[in-house]
């Protein structure tokens, strides 16, 4: 019922920003937890930040805070991913997955993936 598709990455120089975009369809998509993971070439996929239904309560990877925000517009069924100080570290593919439950949830065992989208950092 739910299909994802991101968008806003691209190619940043250390320190730069990015804002990456998750469009969804579907029903109910109000009620779904939400979230960002993220893959390096020859890594595993790792999560990186999640929001619940209502946006009001969030979580990040250690790696991300400070740096990173994610929200959501729940009347334009998008999620958002706002990515400062960008390093070459968080150079990967980004994915948006999506649980109709909580972030607990989202994070143990994501439902439904977009197809990602690449986000390089480097000089």
């Known amino acids: 019922q739910v299909q994802l598709v991101e968008s806003g990455g691209g190619l940043v120089q250390p320190g730069g920003s990015l804002r990456l975009s998750c469009a969804a369809s579907g029903r109910s998509f109000g009620l779904y937890a939400m979230g960002w993971f993220r893959q390096a070439p020859g890594k595993e996929r790792d999560f990186v930040a999640a929001i619940n239904w209502s946006g009001a309560v969030t979580d990040y990877a250690d790696s991300v805070k400070g740096r990173f925000t994610v929200s959501r517009d729940n009347n334009r069924n998008t999620m958002y991913l706002q990515m400062n100080s960008l390093k070459p570290e968080d150079t990967a593919v980004y994915f948006c997955?999506?649980?109709?439950?909580?972030?607990?949830?989202?994070?143990?065992?994501?439902?439904?993936w977009g197809q990602g989208t690449q986000v390089t950092v480097s000089s």
């Open positions: 997955a999506t649980h109709d439950g909580s972030i607990w949830a989202l994070r143990a065992s994501p439902r439904h």
